[in-house]
């Protein structure tokens, strides 16, 4: 069974840092391109970051860029998130998700997806 878990959400101050942890199942992670996702109240979900099964590589949303570091670890099977800086505006339902066709920050292209985490930055 296919299972996508995402942990390490809660409150933050502006200006710090979290690190969000997803731990997949039925699948190997390097198998997939790997996105994270998020989706504020009230607003579509957005793409924040993609890593290719191909090469490793990650695109990153604007927003976040240079804030915010994607990274797998094979041998758990599991990606992680490390946000720094962190604004109120960065404060959403974080969501992983694996796309076997195409990395793109595009919810549709991805097949997994996990139950999500909440992330609040708030003072």
């Known amino acids: 069974q296919v299972q996508l878990v995402e942990s390490g959400g809660g409150l933050v101050q502006p200006g710090g840092s979290l690190r969000l942890s997803c731990a997949a199942s039925?699948?190997?992670?390097?198998?997939?391109?790997i996105g994270w996702f998020r989706q504020a109240p009230g607003k579509e979900r957005e793409g924040v970051s993609c890593?290719?099964?191909?090469?490793?590589?990650?695109n990153y949303a604007d927003s976040v860029k240079g804030r915010f570091t994607a990274s797998r670890d094979n041998a758990k099977n599991t990606v992680y998130l490390q946000m720094n800086s962190l604004k109120p505006e960065d404060t959403a339902i974080y969501f992983c998700?694996?796309?076997?066709?195409?990395?793109?920050?595009?919810?549709?292209?991805?097949?997994?997806w996990g139950q999500g985490t909440q992330v609040t930055v708030s003072s």
């Open positions: 998700a694996a796309a076997i066709s195409a990395c793109v920050m595009a919810p549709g292209e991805y097949d997994y």
């Open positions: 039925g699948f190997m992670v390097d198998y997939y391109h």
């Open positions: 890593t290719s099964s191909l090469d490793g590589s990650t």
